[in-house]
């Protein structure tokens, strides 16, 4: 929404680093994340009914690469997405050439799991991207959730508000962002509440920090070198 406010055309690419890019932007969108699936280059299902019993919502985009040079071979895997899978004739260039399978609201159904709750991604990335910046200024890049542990090994989170924004009141911020999140009284809002309490939540004024792309992701997780090296190395 703020890229079009800003009088920009934006057309989406989506894919990951195990799969190469999955689809491109369609030219006569009928939703803001329309894509035409690269059918040619690997296979896409949704995971249904069945999916339940693999902890998969029913719109769960399972992957099989179709290509011999594929960087990696998938067969029916998830990287944790749903959306909507459709063919429909939108007339634009991209469809001539032979894609014909759209896909669109393309949405993560992971959770947040911290300080024993969880929260639905696409809530806490609604918040970071709309509520905050709507409440305190600057953009959607500027507040991200950075999930790490302190030197107690206990799970934290640091939201980071890039300096830009200007001066806030910090702990309004942390306030602000529990609420939202945990709207209504059930569950959510309790463990809201309980994090304010434990100062679970940590504002810090830093910017965002990048992946190695250069993409800000919302929620970004930081893990002690200690445990990931010693498994991940070869040597
Ligand atoms: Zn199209």
């Not at 990287?79 to 469809?95: F, K, N, R």
């Not at 001539?96 to 947040?112: A, D, P, Q």
């Not at 970071?128 to 507040?143: K, N, S, V």
């Not at 542990?149 to 830009?164: A, I, K, N, T, Y």
Request: hydrophobic share 40%; net charge negative.
């Amino acid at each position: 929404a703020a890229i079009a406010r800003a009088g920009v055309e934006a057309s989406p690419r989506y894919g990951a680093t195990e799969t190469g890019t999955v689809g491109y932007g369609c030219l006569a969108p009928e939703t803001s994340d329309d894509l035409h699936l690269y059918h040619d280059l690997r296979a896409l299902i949704q995971a249904g009914a069945d999916g339940a019993a693999a902890g998969l919502p029913p719109r769960a985009l399972l992957y099989s690469t179709l290509r011999l040079r594929a960087p990696l071979v998938l067969l029916n895997a998830s990287l944790g997405d749903q959306g909507t899978i459709v063919q429909w004739a939108c007339g634009c260039p991209l469809e001539r050439l032979g894609w014909t399978t759209h896909l669109h609201t393309i949405r993560s159904f992971e959770k947040l799991t911290s300080g024993g709750m969880a929260f639905l991604d696409t809530v806490v990335i609604r918040v970071l991207e709309e509520a905050l910046p709507a409440r305190f200024g600057g953009g959607p890049t500027d507040y991200q959730l950075v999930e790490d542990e302190s030197s107690e090994g206990q799970p934290r989170l640091r939201l980071l508000v890039h300096p830009v924004v200007g001066p806030l009141d910090e702990a309004a911020v942390a306030d602000v962002f529990l609420k939202a999140i945990g709207p209504g009284s059930g569950v959510e809002r309790l463990m809201g509440l309980l994090w304010r309490e434990a100062g679970f939540i940590r504002v810090e004024r830093q910017p965002p920090r990048a992946t190695a792309s250069g993409k800000i992701r919302h929620l970004h997780v930081e893990r002690h070198a200690a445990a990931g090296l010693s498994s991940a190395s070869p040597s």
